[in-house]
């Protein structure tokens, strides 16, 4: 304290001149008075932040319900252009075109709903650049109806080989459609993000005053030290006094760096808000990816696998008829003796129905791929929807096949199923699918990190092996667990393994947020638990519970609040 009085002597005599003569009564009131400016300064700092975060909240919150809203135009129009593919199966014009109808007055009140909230509710700056991409994409939209329309004018005329053509000029301008609302929704998202990034300004331009803040608070404590080491020499009377008055400005101090702890806090929030809405608009945009891939690839299969039945028929008639011929002219010229030793016309026979029911199985397992796809994307369950559990956990098993294949230095992973009687379940399944995904996947990189550590003989000594067990709880309840004979997680790891932006995966390979984004999607989506089993040496399981219905959820939340 000394040394402190000394070092102001020396730089600031003048000041300290004035404190000498000063009433020392004035210069209390003084230093509370400042410190009261102080408090509320940081007080006013911290509603001012709390005000930009609940804005950035609320605004977020809009432009995602939005993004859900234009998402489901998608599958509107996917509604639209089935009829148009689904006649070359159906055969039945009439039905197909009372479902066109049926999907495009749907299309267009949704689309009419999207048009007006934007024209009432968006400000014109953001709002008239959007407008013009929804004009892009009814026009794409009514060009691609009117290509449905005349498929099934040839249908009504028995020219399938025309509406054929035009069933390729159909799915180029259902591509331009999608091609126009993905513009439309890309730039829904910047606008977001710009929001995002305003608001985000904002709150950092507050940041600067901290070091007012911490400044002032330096004068404060320089002060206090002064005025103790005067009063000391001065009034040994008021010591009781000088004692409260520091203790109080400790306190000040204390409640100060509380609060800038928060509003750290709070800044810490946001950054994490805006970073899982940025991986909720990946996900989307991967569905609708997946979704995209699965229709293009679907249209051709369906094509050549509806063209197999009449291909085999055909193939069979003609086989027929060449051993009618053979039969009732055994002796053949002797140049249709010669070619057919040429083709080999007895193999030809045999392989021909062979490499048909080879085809067959090919297109089979084509469509059982893209069932797959379509069943894991979702893209057209926003809401809880009831669903098969186990359909979700064979889509992603198939998705994942390839990982599960044997390498060229260890065997393949073996799949263990031990599933339940489970009833269908209320759920976000395209969530839901995405959670199986991610701990499947982990699963997979934990088995393949411990077949490297091992020999050829170990590893076929202790297979890989992924166990998924399924099972009811009770009336209310299921439970999903995923199991692998891995390394195992540390305990130290366990705690941390639900936190975002925690992984122990190498730089560029893991982000953090697959189980985090898991987590929040099992507890807070589906008011369900997510928790990790994990013993060194002998695997991980992971336990998935949620409530079959829905409002055993919301049971579940108000007993919590209540609690709470």
Request: glycine share 4%; charged share 20%; net charge negative.
């Amino acid at each position: 304290m000394q040394r402190f009085a000394i070092f102001l002597q020396k730089r600031f005599p003048t000041f300290v001149q004035w404190l000498s003569i000063a009433k020392w009564q004035y210069v209390y009131y003084a230093l509370a008075t400042f410190d009261l400016l102080t408090i509320s300064s940081s007080l006013y700092l911290n509603h001012k932040i709390m005000d930009i975060y609940t804005q950035s909240i609320e605004v977020n919150h809009e432009w995602a319900a939005r993004l859900e809203t234009y998402s489901e135009l998608g599958q509107l129009l996917a509604e639209v252009n089935a009829p148009g593919n689904d006649v070359f199966d159906s055969q039945d014009v009439n039905l197909e075109s009372r479902r066109l109808e049926s999907a495009q007055d749907i299309f267009h009140r949704k689309f009419n709903l999207v048009r007006q909230e934007l024209q009432t509710q968006v400000e014109p700056a953001q709002s008239t650049h959007l407008l013009q991409e929804l004009d892009a994409v009814q026009t794409a939209t009514t060009e691609m109806v009117a290509e449905a329309k005349l498929i099934f004018s040839y249908f009504r005329q028995n020219q399938p080989e025309m509406a054929g053509k035009r069933m390729a000029t159909m799915d180029r301008k259902y591509h331009q459609v999608n091609k126009a609302l993905a513009t439309f929704r890309g730039n829904v998202s910047q606008i977001q993000q710009q929001l995002l990034q305003q608001q985000q300004i904002a709150a950092s331009v507050f940041r600067h005053y901290e070091v007012a803040i911490a400044a002032a608070m330096f004068f404060i404590v320089g002060g206090i030290t002064l005025y103790g080491h005067k009063l000391a020499q001065k009034m040994k009377s008021d010591a009781l006094e000088k004692e409260k008055s520091i203790t109080e400005l400790q306190q000040a101090k204390t409640l100060l760096q509380q609060q800038t702890q928060e509003l750290q806090l709070t800044l810490d929030n946001l950054q994490k808000a805006q970073l899982q809405l940025v991986q909720s608009e990946k996900m989307s945009s991967l569905g609708e990816l997946v979704a995209g891939v699965a229709h293009e690839i679907n249209n051709p299969v369906n094509f050549i696998h509806g063209n197999l039945a009449h291909l085999h028929e055909y193939s069979h008639n003609l086989l027929t008829f060449i051993r009618l011929y053979q039969k009732f002219y055994p002796k053949a010229p002797p140049e249709i003796q010669a070619e057919a030793e040429d083709i080999d016309l007895d193999f030809l026979q045999k392989d021909l129905i062979k490499l048909l029911d080879s085809m067959q199985l090919g297109t089979d397992r084509i469509r059982r791929i893209v069932l797959s796809l379509r069943n894991f994307s979702r893209m057209d369950e926003a809401d809880f929807k009831t669903v098969d559990v186990h359909e979700g956990i064979d889509s992603t098993l198939l998705i994942l096949q390839h990982r599960l294949k044997a390498q060229s230095n260890y065997p393949a992973i073996e799949i263990i199923k031990d599933y339940g009687s489970l009833p269908p379940v209320e759920c976000y399944a395209g969530q839901l699918n995405q959670v199986f995904m991610n701990i499947l996947s982990n699963a997979i990189d934990a088995l393949e990190e411990n077949n490297v550590k091992r020999t050829a003989a170990e590893i076929q000594a202790q297979p890989s092996q992924i166990k998924i067990r399924t099972s009811t709880i009770n009336a209310q309840w299921v439970e999903i667990a995923i199991a692998d004979n891995g390394v195992g997680i540390a305990e130290h790891i366990q705690q941390r393994i639900f936190d975002p932006f925690f992984t122990t995966k190498p730089v560029g390979k893991g982000t953090g947020m697959g189980m985090s984004i898991s987590y929040q999607i099992i507890t807070e989506k589906h008011g369900g638990k997510l928790q990790c089993f994990s013993t060194i040496g002998q695997g991980t399981e992971f336990v998935i519970q949620i409530p079959i219905q829905q409002k055993v959820r919301e049971a579940v939340s108000l007993s919590s609040k209540i609690q709470n």
